[in-house]
């Protein structure tokens, strides 16, 4: 006499294997979806998709990276400024993170250091980034390997007095003081100029 299972059981087996499979798909992709939203709230995109540092709005795929340089130092006429610019942030093998791990791209959001052991300035404002919770991190990662790959070389960083062979932007690495207050040893009453 053969012993077969009740249909019912079997029904019951495969939805319980169903619901343990789907389960982590829907957290990866929930995951996924915490990561754009972070990701667009950082404001990533204002740097590493093409067209938004010029005040554009997007010219190029997103997240692939700026042609557009950032003035690192303070150039002249005589010594043009070094600048950095922002890598393609997409999943593509030779020109983006197609090679970096999870981890990989948590320790440069939270030390500024890549896979070639460099560290970035904090035009990128990674020690912000290190204020983040570690889902919030992993949620990042995953975004960003969940992109498609779009292979885009951007320039190298440009050392200061090198040449420049691209437009760039200045922003928040500078102090400008228009005026010097004078130092009167008193204090005019409140609305008042000194």
Known sequence: MSHRPHPSLSLFACLVW???AAAPADARED???RGEYLVNLLGCGRCHTEGHLLGTGPTGPHLAGSKVGIAYTDGDEDSPPGLVFAPNLTPDDDTGLGTWSRRDIIRALITGVGTDGHQRLPV???????ALDDPD?????AY?????AVTR???DTTRAGDPVKHPYVRFGIFVFTPFEEEETGTESPPGQPL
């Open 137 to 141: 991190l992993g949620a990042i990662a």
């Open 153 to 155: 070389r951007i320039p």
């Open 144 to 148: 960003l390997k969940s992109l498609p």
């Open 31 to 33: 995951e996924v979806v």
């Open 18 to 20: 169903a619901l343990c």
């Open 124 to 130: 990128m404002p990674w020690p912000n980034y290190a």
